[in-house]
């Protein structure tokens, strides 16, 4: 069955610095989809990528959707403390009704 | 607004002990609803859909049901609980954008 990975698992940055975590599927994918998961807290959708190269910017976060479709990154520029908490990517699963596969997510911890 | 509520918010139940979880939504007429689990370290896995009254689908073999009565109530179950049910429990609908998803605030269920 289809598989997305996500890179790195685990991210201790200190307050200032920037973070990227990078998301691979074993399929060609639609769509991606990142979301938010703070501490205690449950995922809130960010973005939604569909076209091969594209890119887009939220505020300090930039996303970018790989050329063939299978993989996909996130960056945030300059942390800040409110960024803390888990990054999934996600994509469709190929079954009915819109599911999704989500990665196992990177937890980015920040350090004052 | 379209709302997503679940109950209860955290559960700790004895292994052989039924289970009945609850999702609600408002705001919104014949949402696709799921049923996600997130155990440690394991990120989000679908484990049921539904399209509509009575229609349910699995994506994994488990040891739990749903169930879904009316259109805005989507149900989980478990006739016995076991150690490895324990996790957080994820209500979600599908959103404006295709197969982005929304997600309830979750149920935090311990099965000891």
């Known amino acids: 069955g289809q598989q997305v990975m996500q890179i790195p698992q685990y991210q201790h940055v200190q307050e200032g610095e920037d973070f990227t975590t990078y998301c691979n599927s074993s399929?060609?994918?639609?769509?991606i989809q990142w979301y938010k998961q703070r501490p205690g807290g449950h995922p809130v959708f960010l973005i939604q990528?569909?076209?091969?190269?594209e890119v887009k910017k939220q505020k300090r976060l930039t996303f970018q959707f790989g050329e063939a479709k299978k993989n996909s990154s996130l960056h945030i520029t300059a942390t800040q403390t409110t960024d803390v908490g888990t990054y999934f990517c996600?994509?469709?699963?190929?079954?009915?009704?819109?599911?999704?596969?989500f990665g196992k997510g990177t937890h980015l911890i920040i350090q004052p | 607004s379209q709302t997503i509520h679940q109950w209860p918010a955290t559960l700790v139940q004895p292994v052989g002990s039924p289970l009945s979880l609850e999702c609600t939504v408002e705001?919104?007429?014949?949402?696709?609803l799921y049923w996600y689990r997130q155990a440690a370290g394991r990120g989000l896995q679908l484990l049921f859909y539904s399209v509509g009254i009575g229609q349910i689908s699995s994506e994994v073999p488990q040891n739990l049901s749903a169930s879904r009565p009316q259109d805005r109530q989507f149900i989980l179950s478990s006739k016995k609980l076991l150690l490895s049910d324990s996790g957080f429990y994820l209500c979600a609908r599908n959103g404006g954008q295709g197969d982005t998803q929304y997600f309830g605030p979750g149920t935090r269920l311990t099965v000891l």
């Open positions: 996600a994509g469709p699963s190929g079954g009915g009704a819109d599911g999704l596969t």
């Open positions: 399929t060609t994918l639609s769509n």
């Open positions: 705001g919104t007429s014949n949402p696709n």
């Open positions: 990528l569909v076209k091969s190269g």
